[in-house]
Each structure stands twice: as structure tokens, then as C-alpha cells.
């Protein structure tokens, strides 16, 4: 198994920056891809990015495209996202997620992203 760990959410103002990372332990040779997630009270959850964790090759919702840029340090098996131009509607839990051979696992425990207007 691959443990995850998320951290760098908090409370910004519309317009401002953040910073996710995500370190992951374990089984992490089983990795395909890493990738972020998030969900809005009362929404499903969403996919945000993704990477490929041999090629570096990236993926981002349309929602996300041109703000948001996802990267690894494969050295130190850890994941960002680097969240600029921040929106009201980035409010959310920020999950980070592992995908194997079986598909995506279940995520770690998630970090808050507030945006106030």
C-alpha cells in the first residue's frame, strides 16, 4: 500500500497563491500516476491533476487549465500543486491520490483550501 500525506491548505484571498504537496510512502514503485482531487461541500468529488510519475506528463480539468500546475519530485517521492489566480469556487477539500496497476487507490485524509472573495 502507499501512504499519503497532504499539507499546505489554508485561507487565501481571491487572486492569491497556494501551494499543495503531498509525500507519499509505502509501495510507491507501484505508482503510475499521482494526481489531485477535490470536493466542495455538497458536491461529488472532482478530478483537479495528474502527472505520470515515470514521463512527467501532465493532465488538468478545464476548470483548473492555465492556474493550476502539478509537479513531482520523484527523489523525494512527493507531488505539488502550485494554485495561482485562486477563485471562490476552488473552496474545497484538496485530496492527493495514488494510481497503480489497479486504478486510484482511496487518497490520503485531504487539506482545506478556503478562498474568500
Known amino acids: ?9 489554508g485561507l487565501v484571498q481571491a487572486g492569491g497563491s ?7 510512502s509505502g509501495r510507491t514503485f507501484s505508482t503510475y ?3 489531485w482531487f477535490r470536493q466542495a461541500p455538497g458536491k461529488e468529488r472532482e478530478f483537479v ?3 505520470s510519475w515515470r514521463t512527467g506528463s501532465t493532465y488538468y480539468a478545464d476548470s483548473v487549465k492555465g492556474r493550476f ?3 513531482r519530485d520523484n527523489a523525494k517521492n512527493t507531488v505539488y500543486l502550485q494554485m495561482n489566480s485562486l477563485k471562490p469556487e476552488d473552496t474545497a477539500v484538496y485530496y ?3 494510481h497503480s496497476n489497479t486504478g486510484w487507490g482511496q487518497g490520503g485524509q485531504g487539506t482545506q483550501v478556503t478562498v474568500s472573495s
Not at 1 to 9: D, M, N
Not at 18 to 24: D, F, I, V
Open 69 to 71: 500546475t502539478i509537479s
Open 1 to 9: 500500500q502507499v501512504q499519503l500525506v497532504e499539507s499546505g491548505g
Open 18 to 24: 497556494l501551494r499543495l504537496s503531498c509525500a507519499a
Open 33 to 35: 500516476y499521482m494526481g
Open 49 to 51: 491533476a495528474s502527472i
Open 96 to 98: 492527493c491520490n495514488h
